[in-house]
């Protein structure tokens, strides 16, 4: 846990007394008020601010519409309306850098924890890697360098009495996760629909960004080239099965492909295919050499899409079947990828830039990054060449 700076701490405090004197006194802040309250602003960024629990509403997932509720904060609320940050509060377990200024200018600030896991489990629920993969926060965006191991080639051996053991080293390699920068570009929202107190600009907000950063962030953990963006879990995975036609599949390939796998990385419960939903669309239409369905007919609604036993995950940013594309990949994810975000999400609320068009603008960043940790744990089918 992080020791609140003192310093930090009774800026804060000072910071928060200027608003509440004016609003108690019915009176606009001074122009000396500004100024101090700048320079106490000044004195926060310095410092980690930890403050008083966010208010909770029911947190997680609701039932009837398949959405999560995300954490109301009525500080938050007040800074997405009107841009005052003096009663923001975060969560014990986040740190709050202020960096935004006074009402009606624009400014930005660290989300609270419950809007940013609202995000993160929606980016989740939309599918995808994320769904799937190992996952680490940091506070920083430094390279942080990450172990990967394959040492199922190696074997243990009979010792023969008096005989000196020989040494096999495990074979250790690394990956580098970094900090993108992503971005969810503009979103720009009415005055008129931000004033509406029936309006809820949290969840509208959450929504957008949500969708925007899943779709890029996808696509690049998917597919990326690792140049200047992550390398996806697609992009060169160990081919597995090479399929005799360019545009199908069959029950065999398929059956070729899970035994491909170590058995050392399908024991456990991680274990699964993706595709796009196309893909699985075809391979619902196979049966295998008793006429029955590949694919487990939904014994329940909600129940996880089963192929051979293993669930399968849905992908959108992985190819179709085609010409020499890699659409399905099987194995133990969580063991094969990671994904890192580095610090918390910002927003920044832009009031002046769109004033004459009655309009504020929100601007999301969250600095993630992905890398294949483990090239064993799961292999690809190829299509044919040809």
């Not at 996952?135 to 009495?161: C, K, M, Q, R």
């Not at 295998?288 to 129940?303: C, I, R, S, W």
Request: proline share 3%; aromatic share 6%; no cysteine.
């Amino acid at each position: 846990m992080t020791t609140v700076s003192a310093t930090a701490q009774g800026a804060w405090d000072e910071f928060q007394a200027i608003s509440r004197r004016a609003r108690e006194t019915g009176r606009d802040l001074t122009g000396a008020d500004l100024d101090e309250r700048d320079r106490l602003l000044e004195i926060i960024k310095a410092g980690t601010i930890r403050s008083l629990p966010i208010s909770r509403s029911a947190g997680g997932l609701d039932a009837e519409s398949g959405h999560i509720r995300a954490v109301t904060n009525p500080g938050f609320a007040r800074f997405l309306k009107t841009g005052d940050v003096s009663e923001m509060r975060m969560s014990s377990d986040r740190e709050f850098r202020a960096q935004g200024v006074g009402t009606g200018s624009a400014g930005g600030f660290l989300v609270p924890a419950g809007f940013r896991q609202a995000i993160i489990e929606t980016l989740a629920r939309f599918g995808g890697v994320r769904e799937v993969a190992s996952h680490v926060d940091t506070d920083t965006g430094a390279s942080l360098p990450w172990p990967t191991v394959n040492d199922t080639a190696n074997v243990g051996a009979i010792l023969a009495e008096n005989t000196q053991v020989t040494e096999q080293d495990v074979v250790l390699g690394t990956a580098t996760l970094g900090a993108h920068m992503y971005t969810s570009k503009m979103v720009r929202v009415s005055l008129q629909l931000i004033q509406d107190s029936g309006f809820d600009v949290e969840e509208w907000l959450r929504v957008r960004l949500s969708r925007r950063i899943w779709r890029i962030q996808n696509t690049h953990f998917t597919t990326g080239t690792g140049t200047a963006q992550p390398l996806g879990i697609g992009t060169s995975p160990v081919t597995g099965v090479t399929a005799a036609s360019a545009t199908a599949v069959t029950y065999d390939e398929l059956v070729n492909l899970e035994t491909s796998v170590d058995p050392d990385y399908v024991a456990g419960d991680d274990v699964g295919w993706m595709m796009n939903l196309s893909t699985f669309g075809a391979i619902r239409k196979l049966k295998d050499t008793t006429n029955k369905p590949l694919v487990e007919p939904d014994v329940q609604a909600g129940a996880p899409r089963m192929l051979l036993g293993h669930r399968v995950y849905l992908n959108q940013a992985l190819p179709n079947m085609a010409v020499s594309t890699k659409p399905i990949l099987f194995g133990n994810f969580r063991a094969g990828y990671v994904t890192r975000d580095a610090g918390d999400m910002t927003i920044l609320r832009l009031a002046e830039r769109y004033a004459d068009f009655l309009q504020v603008g929100f601007l999301a960043f969250l600095r993630s990054d992905g890398a294949v940790q483990d090239a064993s744990a799961y292999k690809s089918l190829v299509m044919a060449a040809a």
